[in-house]
């Protein structure tokens, strides 16, 4: 189908309905603010606990206390 000769209102609920609700609505999605993208792993790994699991911990510890988990998850090395 040539969508480019239709109208632009035409193109757009073609569009619209014809594409699953959720790849309409991914934009919307929370995104991890930066904390929880540098903490997440080092806590999945320290207690063992899934996204979910380790996402309520985050909540209830401090920065200090995430960045002890952090620097005992350390493994050495070079960069």
Known sequence: MN????DKR???????????TDMKTAHARKQPN????????????????????SRDVMKVLTVEQLEQIKTSQFK???S
């Open 3 to 6: 969508i480019k000769n239709l």
């Open 10 to 20: 035409l193109v757009h609920d073609l569009m619209f309905h014809t594409t699953p």
């Open 34 to 53: 930066k904390l929880e993208k540098d903490y997440l792993q080092c806590v999945k790994d320290y207690y063992g606990y899934n996204d979910e699991k």
């Open 76 to 78: 050495g090395g070079r």
